[in-house]
C-alpha cells in the first residue's frame, strides 16, 4: 500500500499542530502554577505582616513570642529562591489570575534589588522582633516599605 505525499505532509502537519498546541497548554499550565505558587507566598507575608503590623498598631496586643514566629516567618520567605515563580508570561496582561505587571519582566534587576531590601528588612526585624514592641515598631516601617516598594512599581493597583 501506498502512501501518497498529500497524506504524509497532512499527517506531519497535524502531529506538529498537535504538540505546538500541547506544548502552549504546558506553558500555560506551568504558568498558572507559578502564579498560585507566587500568591500562596505573598499570603503567607500578608499574614504574618499583619500580626507584626496589628502590633505595632496596636490593634494586636504585643506578644513576644508571636512577633518573633512571625518575623522569623518572614524572613524565611524572604530568603526562598522565589526564581520559579515568575516565568515569562505569567503578568496581568497575560493572565487575569494575576496582579504582577509586565514591567517586572522588564526590569528583573531592580525587582530582584527590591528582593533583596525585603530580606534585609526582614532580618534586621526578625533581630528585634522579640525585644518589646518599641523594638518591633522602629523595624515595621523599613520592612512595610521594602514590601511597598516592590508592590508600588509592579502590581497592578486594586481596583
Known amino acids: 500500500m501506498r502512501i501518497s ?10 502531529f506538529a499542530l498537535a504538540g505546538s498546541v ?12 507559578a502564579i498560585k505558587a507566587r500568591q500562596a507566598h505573598m499570603s503567607l507575608y500578608g499574614f504574618n505582616m499583619a500580626t507584626l503590623g496589628g502590633m505595632a498598631q496596636g ?5 513576644a513570642d508571636a512577633a518573633q514566629a512571625a518575623a522569623s516567618n518572614i524572613a524565611a520567605l524572604s530568603a526562598l529562591n522565589q526564581s520559579a515563580y515568575w516565568p515569562q508570561g505569567s503578568d496581568s496582561e497575560s493572565s487575569f489570575d494575576t496582579a504582577a505587571l509586565p514591567a517586572i519582566w522588564e526590569n528583573f534587576s531592580d525587582v530582584a534589588a527590591k ?3 525585603l530580606n534585609e528588612a526582614a532580618v534586621a526585624m526578625e533581630a528585634v522582633a522579640g525585644n518589646g514592641l518599641e523594638a518591633l515598631q522602629g523595624a515595621i516601617r523599613p520592612l512595610g516599605g521594602a514590601c511597598g516598594a516592590c508592590h508600588k512599581t509592579y502590581r497592578k493597583p486594586d481596583s
Not at 59 to 63: A, C, L, P, Q
Open 5 to 14: 505525499p498529500k497524506l504524509t505532509v497532512a499527517g506531519l502537519l497535524s
Open 115 to 117: 528582593g533583596k531590601a
Open 59 to 63: 490593634k494586636i496586643e504585643y506578644n
Open 22 to 33: 500541547l506544548a502552549a497548554s504546558h506553558a500555560q499550565m506551568a504558568n498558572e502554577a
